[in-house]
């Protein structure tokens, strides 16, 4: 079964710097769209950044020109190096993957347990 496991997440200064991974772990075919989503108490979950296999990436409005995303498709890792933290950053930040496992099977959707980002003014 596959799992997805987050690690990097912390309090930090406004301003302050933070670099979150996740790596996919399991049998796995292809892993499609890998990235990062967020929710905040009392709000939705929103999406943070997303890279396809290939490289195309999509950066949620909020966070553009301050987080990046990055992939190494060689270890199924994704990263989200987050600078310029502001307190409005503080959320849960979740991975989620979209993962093949059999040729004839369709993707199935995984999520990460979450990993708390706080960011303190």
């Known amino acids: 079964q596959v799992q997805l496991v987050e690690s990097g997440g912390g309090l930090v200064q406004a301003g302050g710097s933070l670099r979150l991974s996740c790596a996919a772990s399991?049998?796995?075919?292809?892993?499609?769209?890998m990235g990062w989503y967020r929710q905040a108490p009392g709000k939705q979950r929103e999406l943070v950044a997303i890279?396809?296999?290939?490289?195309?990436?999509n950066t949620g409005d909020s966070v553009k020109g301050r987080f990046t995303i990055s992939r190494d498709n060689t270890k199924n890792t994704v990263y989200l190096q987050m600078n310029s933290l502001k307190p409005e950053d503080t959320a849960v930040y979740y991975c989620?993957?979209?993962?093949?496992?059999?040729?004839?099977?369709?993707?199935?959707?995984?999520w990460g347990q979450g990993t708390q980002v706080t960011v303190s003014s």
């Open positions: 989620n993957a979209q993962i093949k496992l059999r040729l004839l099977f369709p993707e199935e959707d995984y």
């Open positions: 399991g049998t796995i075919l292809r892993v499609n769209d």
């Open positions: 890279m396809t296999n290939g490289g195309i990436t």
